[in-house]
T-cell receptor, first 112, second 114 residues
């Protein structure tokens, strides 16, 4: 089992550019979560999906952020346009049946 | 609303000494509780979890945690710390119904002195 796979590991982009983060959950996990980690705010839930359907997106900062899960094996988090305050580590996690979560290694985003 | 408090931002212990990291939660019903560890530049690794039953939970790497409902606590312990335990530790709470996402504490950074 390769675990939760996120790409890219690092992303540096200029302010105003579109950024797309990708996540492949563990096969068979039916829930997927996007978290953001910053020094100031810690780990924040952005959005989560059950069976590919968005359940709670109340943590998405603003309309510049969007997330999709077109199938059970792939999800994207898009920021358009990006701003320096979006710089953070973005984690994807998928859920096991016994309620354990497995996290990916994260994408470190830097917006300059 | 569910919340988690980790009162210690930073703890330093000597190698071989015992460790206890504190975690207090706020939740209206029986919570699902977790401890995760994060090494620099890495993702979060699950150390242990509590759903129900025995209130003393054993995890990986020699860690254990005890659920105390009366104190709303879920403290993490290890009898003898190794240098490789230096990392950041996060306590998290999840709901058994409704919102199925974890809420994390702010973390405790552990330093281990030789």
């Amino acid at each position: 089992d390769a675990g939760v796979i996120q790409s890219p590991r690092h992303e540096v982009t200029e302010m105003g550019q579109e950024v797309t983060l990708r996540c492949k959950p563990i096969s068979g996990h039916n829930s997927l979560f996007w978290y953001r980690q910053t020094m100031m705010r810690g780990l924040e839930l952005l959005i989560y999906f059950n069976n590919n359907v968005p359940i709670d997106d109340s943590g998405m900062p603003e309309d510049r952020f969007s997330a999709k899960m077109p199938n059970a094996s792939f999800s994207t988090l898009k920021i358009q346009p990006s701003e320096p305050r979006d710089s953070a580590v973005y984690f994807c996690a998928s859920r096991e049946l016994d309620y354990g979560y497995t996290f990916g290694s994260g994408t470190r985003l830097t917006v300059v | 609303a569910q919340s988690v408090t980790q009162p210690d931002i930073h703890i330093t212990v000597s190698e071989g000494a015992s460790l206890e990291l504190r975690c207090n939660y706020s939740y209206g019903a029986t919570p699902y509780l977790f401890w995760y560890v994060q090494s620099p530049g890495q993702g979060l690794q699950l150390l242990l979890k509590y759903f129900s039953g025995d209130t003393l939970v054993q995890g990986i790497k020699g860690f254990e945690a005890e659920f105390k409902r009366s104190q709303s606590s879920f403290n993490l312990r290890k009898p003898s710390v190794h240098w490789s335990d230096a990392a950041e530790y996060f306590c998290a709470v999840g709901s058994s119904t409704g919102r199925r996402a974890l809420t994390f504490g702010s973390g405790t950074r552990l330093q281990v002195q030789p």
